[in-house]
């Protein structure tokens, strides 16, 4: 029988509550069908929008993705993606507010390139700073850096986002010491942003105790989107279960299943 704390772990970003721990993107997809397919096979609730690639009202006459994923149903998460500055990055979170009729739930990333989209840091510290004193709800893609994600935690920041690896690289957790570093010490949800290929990658991070994962490449990408979608949800699932279970120590030989007393010489 299900334990009731597995019934019962809902994700806390600030003021809001999830069932679901996979948050998807919205890019990428071959057309809105599709992204909205994917987007309900899996069972995401926090689903990021990207404002200067993608219409949710702002070019009237457009097609707009709030007709396949409707704020009623989830919860839109406008981020700041391919702003290079703080001033770029701001901007960007008070428009998505006013299109949202002042919805204050944000994901920041502030990009250093466009060969390594890694987080440009210090300007990434800059917009947190003023977005969290305008009243803004921070979500913050990082680094895998435990002195930069804790110091954002202590900004203010609801949820802090360190990269698994490059974004859209599929790489999967390429330090996971680091991130197990980071974990040790939050106070806030951690949520693994970026890098994931595949749901074994989902479910090492959520293994690790991330308290969530967001992904768009590695579902818009596939071959069968939507079927990727329902394998991550599953994946997050899974690791979740697996962590709140906890795991077996590790041991350097071999011990046997089955007791050994009463064994018949």
Known sequence: MTSDIVLNDPLIVGERSFNSRLMVGTGKYK????????????????????LRRTNIGQNPGEPNLLDVV?????????????????????????????????????????????????????????????????????MVYTSDDPLIAKRLEEMGCVAVMPLGAPIGSGLGLQNTHNIRLILENANVPIIVDAGVGTPSDATLAMELGCEGVLMNSAIAHAQNPVLMAQAM?????????????????????????????GVIG
């Open 70 to 138: 409707p704020p009623d149903e989830f919860c839109i998460l406008p981020n700041t993606a391919f702003c290079y500055t703080a001033e770029e990055a701001v901007r960007t979170c008070r428009l998505a507010r006013e299109l949202l009729d002042g919805h204050n739930l944000c994901k920041l990333e502030v990009l250093g390139d466009d060969k390594t989209l890694y987080p440009n840091v210090t300007e990434t510290l800059a917009a947190a700073e003023t977005l969290i004193n305008d009243g803004f709800q921070v």
């Open 31 to 50: 057309d809105l069908s599709e992204t909205g397919a994917a987007i309900r096979a899996s069972g995401a609730e926090i689903v990021t929008v990207a």
């Open 233 to 261: 949800r599953k994946a997050v699932e899974c690791g979740r279960e697996g962590y709140l279970a906890g795991r077996m120590p590790r041991k350097a030989y071999a011990s046997a299943s089955s007791p050994m007393e």
